[in-house]
């Protein structure tokens, strides 16, 4: 909307500029053929100070937008997120179910099809319960292309981070030394009633990860939700991508909402890296 006392001055100008003299009736005045070259520099300056004047604020309901569109997302993360739990005994999903029958590890996002690099969900034990959808795993204030994607995959899998530090420690596959090696099927994944705090707790976060090689600071999608400390990879991934620095989370009571910093430090300035605690405890582990 433009402001009531911009609209008035605007009109005042165009006016003056049209009569010629203010005051001067009009069928007084000669007929203009068109614009002087001065009245058409007053009338551009106007229109370009009421830009400058809307802008900040048609900038500030858009970036609104993708903030209200990314905790919808994970609103609806949170409903599959219980009807799973309801047919698991509220059982958290593996993050890396081992591969499926191309050889291809599978994420809790899905796996990647060799053949055109494409993401299929249907590998996945989670997605399933959001009917495939990753749209529901895209953030819009990080798109496809604002970042190198961590996998070789030709779309996008998933700028939000699964808490698999705490809720899956033990389905966590990989070789990687300080981390388990179990089979996820065993059980041993974490059960939503364990949690003590489940409303502070992180279940899916903002993410991302950075690089810097040859000093070049690169930043990748993280799938995994990094803790404070006691990770054998320890970097920051919760990404304060909103405005205000704010970053966005689904907890493990279904529900979602904006956190800013709690005392902990952003640790990578330029790429808005850091933790929102000092510790662990509540949102990162219990």
Same mark, same amino acid.
């Given at each position: 909307m433009i402001p009531p006392h911009g609209a008035r001055l605007f009109l005042s100008v165009f006016s003056l500029c049209l009569c010629g003299k203010k005051n001067v009736p009009l069928e007084k005045t000669e007929r203009s053929h068109g614009f002087t070259l001065i009245e058409l520099l007053v009338v551009i300056s106007i229109i370009a100070l009421l830009v400058s004047i809307l802008m900040p604020s048609l900038q500030g309901a858009k970036e609104q937008a993708k903030a209200i569109q990314c905790l919808a997302n994970l609103r609806n993360l949170g409903t599959g997120m219980a009807v799973y739990h309801g047919e698991n %005994?509220? !059982?958290f999903w593996p993050y890396n179910q081992g591969g499926d029958s191309n050889g291809q590890p599978i994420y809790f996002w899905g796996s990647i099809k060799p053949a055109d690099k494409r993401v299929d969900t249907s590998t996945s034990a989670f997605m399933a319960y959001i009917g495939g959808n990753l749209n529901f795993l895209a953030c819009p204030n990080q798109p496809w292309g604002s970042y190198v994607p961590q996998a070789s995959a030709k779309e996008p899998t998933t700028n939000y981070g699964y808490n698999a530090y705490y809720l899956n420690p033990d389905g966590y596959r990989t070789s990687t030394p300080g981390r388990l090696y179990r089979d996820p099927t065993t059980g041993m994944q974490k059960s939503n009633? #364990? !949690?003590?705090?489940? &409303?502070?707790?992180?279940?899916? %976060?903002?993410? &991302?990860?950075?690089?810097?090689? #040859?000093g070049v600071s690169i930043l990748q999608n993280s799938t995994y939700l990094e803790p404070v400390s006691g990770n054998a990879v320890q970097q920051p991934t919760t990404h304060f991508r909103h405005r205000g620095d704010r970053t966005h989370a689904l907890c493990a009571d279904g529900h979602a909402e904006r956190f800013g910093l709690e005392g902990g430090p952003i640790l990578v300035p330029e790429q808005k890296l850091g933790f929102v605690g000092t510790e662990n405890n509540p949102h990162y582990a219990q």
């Open positions: %005994n509220g !059982i009633p #364990a !949690i003590p705090d489940p &409303a502070r707790l992180f279940v899916f %976060n903002d993410s &991302a990860m950075y690089w810097k090689p #040859a």
